[in-house]
């Protein structure tokens, strides 16, 4: 199949799907065309049947907002057209779906037919999405669209609870190539962040207010208090990581933090990690969860949104009431004092990975496609 794939490129979770999907899919002999604004961050090389189609879009004096969704389109029409793709698959609705399906309407009148997929990501849906601003194009675009999937089945149940949506949507998992993503030996690393033997707890997100990076601050700061030898390593970057610097500081625990930015691949880091936190008020799927797990790394996480359908608890991690931080200190001390817990749940997180590899997921969408395309669902608009 020639595929044209969009998403933002930037540091973030749906980016990291669908760059990874196209990846997945062009080893299986499909023909993947990216089509964004720039390279997509975990697409270093385009090379074989990979290619970038980057979208420009021309400033002129009245645009104080120049129209990217539309760049987006002509693009998308240009791509299809002159590329004979097979069908556009858009990742995050906005305002990707939109453009997609204003591209596919302009290709019917060129008698091209090609089918639109939206695959809804997170805040696509559950918090931008439902901003007024948005609400009636995302709906339209999600009905208009031939296919619809959801990275979870709480935001497939989200989406028909806050939209009115007619569509079918399929529901296909985030996913993780475990053959290459390991817990991998770096002693060196870990002796030069805790030479005196400390455990490690991390956090990787993008810092926004939804993903309360503070709370894991105060994780930390609860267990220095009870004397524990832990350091924190927050990986990433946003609005919230000055506010969690800041944190640390006025609760006396700098010293035991470590701020790294942005980092990618972060399989490097997660290899010297014990417990991964993550605290956010919403999560669809929580694919930086599921990396750690892939690395061995047990998840104390929220019992909210996709991330009980990803956490099994007790045996790949724990889950705990929303901002309830001290049963997130409590769990996360089981795990850094009880060596045999801890063994027992590094092995479980890594086989509930298993269940989320690549080599199971991507088939699920090539079915997908194939039932979008057979259904005719294109001819008979
Ligand atoms: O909101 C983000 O953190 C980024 C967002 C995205 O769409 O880029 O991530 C969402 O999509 C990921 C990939 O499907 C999911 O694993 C994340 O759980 C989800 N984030 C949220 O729902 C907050």
């Known amino acids: 199949m020639k ?33 964004a604004y720039s390279l997509p961050f975990r697409l270093s090389n385009v090379t074989g049947n990979i290619f970038f189609h980057e979208v420009n879009i021309s400033s002129y004096p009245l645009f104080e907002y120049p129209p990217y969704s539309l760049a987006l389109t002509s693009k998308m029409v240009d791509v ?31 008698l091209k037919n090609v089918p639109v997929i ?30 619809v999937t959801a990275v979870s089945d709480y935001l497939k149940n989200e989406t028909y609870k806050h939209f009115d949506i007619e569509k079918d949507i399929e529901v296909i998992p985030n996913f993780i190539d475990t053959e290459s993503f390991y817990r991998s030996e770096k002693d060196y690393f870990r002796r030069a962040l805790c030479p005196n033997g400390e455990k490690v707890l991390i956090h990787v997100s993008n810092f926004r207010p939804v993903k309360r990076a503070q709370d894991v601050v105060r994780v930390l700061y609860n267990l220095r208090e009870a004397e524990l030898p832990v350091k924190l390593l927050l990986v990433g970057d946003g609005p919230d990581r000055m506010p969690a610097e800041h944190l640390a500081r006025e609760l006396g625990v700098q010293e035991d933090v470590r701020f790294l930015g942005k980092q990618d691949p972060v399989m490097e880091i997660l290899s010297v ?31 909210i949104g996709g991330l009980p359908e990803l956490v099994e608890h007790g045996e790949s991690g724990f889950l705990c009431d929303l901002g309830d931080i001290d049963a997130m200190t409590e769990y996360t001390r089981e795990l ?46």
């Open 273 to 303: 990690a014990d417990v991964f936190l993550m605290p956010s008020g919403s999560e669809t799927f929580g694919l930086a969860a599921l990396e750690a797990m892939a690395c061995e790394v047990p998840v104390v996480c929220s019992d």
């Open 118 to 147: 939206t695959t809804l990501h997170g805040t696509d849906i559950t918090i931008v999405g439902q901003d007024p601003s948005f609400r009636p194009v995302v709906a339209y675009s999600i009905n208009q669209s031939d296919g």
């Open 80 to 110: 299809a057209l002159y590329e004979e793709l097979d069908l556009l698959h858009v990742h995050y609705a906005i305002p990707h779906a939109t453009s997609a399906v204003l591209a596919r309407q302009i290709l019917d009148e060129r």
């Open 336 to 381: 850094i004092t009880d060596d045999e817990l801890h063994q027992r749940m590094s092995k479980g997180a890594r086989e509930r990975a298993h269940h989320f590899d690549v080599k199971r997921v991507i088939p699920r969408y090539e079915s997908y496609y194939e039932s979008i395309l057979s259904t005719g669902v294109a001819e008979a608009r």
């Open 3 to 35: 595929i044209g794939i969009t998403c933002y490129p930037v540091y973030g979770g749906s980016g990291v799907v669908a760059t990874e999907l196209g990846k997945a899919l062009a080893a299986r002999g499909h023909e993947i065309h990216f089509i």
